[in-house]
């Protein structure tokens, strides 16, 4: 693991880079490996203990090695960062697309092409993770959402793509998400997901719509890595 704090000129701020290295890195400087960007980064390290996780699976053989990286978020702001309409989501789109990107994939024997770059986020890091390949669609088209906030701004942004057929993602929701408490109240994340499935389906988007047994937790989203990553592995040996 290494940590990068990196300015950002976009945001005016501070964030920092928690990055996962391929096992065998420093063995085999020849290589180049697929990577995982992850909104609410340093979560998905401690909370969803995916570093773990990839180490077990790239052990057993079920996984190629390949490099996480988790973005830092500020908590205070990550409604206006995430959110696509929030007051900093464009600004929040451009570090990681403009400065978070090209400083990892400088440094770091990655793949560098789109079909080996993923992005992962869980509740309104789902929804930033589509919105970004919505934005940036040359640069991010596969995705892993787990339980994603899709309020109506995020509906409207596919509605108002006709073709979405270069759109891969894994989307995967627990059927107890029913009644779960926002900022803006109660809201049913399971039939939201019901319905990102659909609109992104009839846009020709390749989707992969999983549900199970769980509410909006990190336990239930830790539960659920292991078959994310192994998706992302089928996706990388299509």
Known sequence: ?????????????????????PPGYEEHPEDRYPIVYCHDGLEFFTHGRIATI???LVDE??????????????????????????SRHDAYTKFVAKECVPFVEERYRVRRDTAHRFMAGISLGAAASLSLSLRYPTLFNRLLLFSG?????????VRA????????????????????????GKYDFYRANQVM???????????TYKEGDGTHIWGFWQKEIPDALQFLQRKLGS
Request: with cysteine; net charge negative.
């Open 1 to 21: 693991m290494e940590t990068h704090t990196l300015q950002s000129t976009h945001l005016g701020e501070d964030r920092t880079l928690k990055i996962y290295l």
């Open 54 to 56: 990839c180490n077990k």
């Open 61 to 86: 053989g079920h996984l190629e090695p390949l490099f996480i990286v988790g973005i830092e978020v500020r908590k205070q702001t990550r409604n206006d960062d995430y959110g696509p309409d929030g």
């Open 149 to 157: 906030a899709f309020y109506e701004t995020s509906r409207e942004q």
């Open 161 to 184: 793509l006709n073709s979405l057929h270069s759109l891969t993602a894994y989307l995967v929701v627990g059927r107890q998400e029913t009644s779960v408490d926002t900022a803006l």
């Open 197 to 207: 499935r659909d609109l992104l389906v009839e846009r020709g988007a390749d989707i």
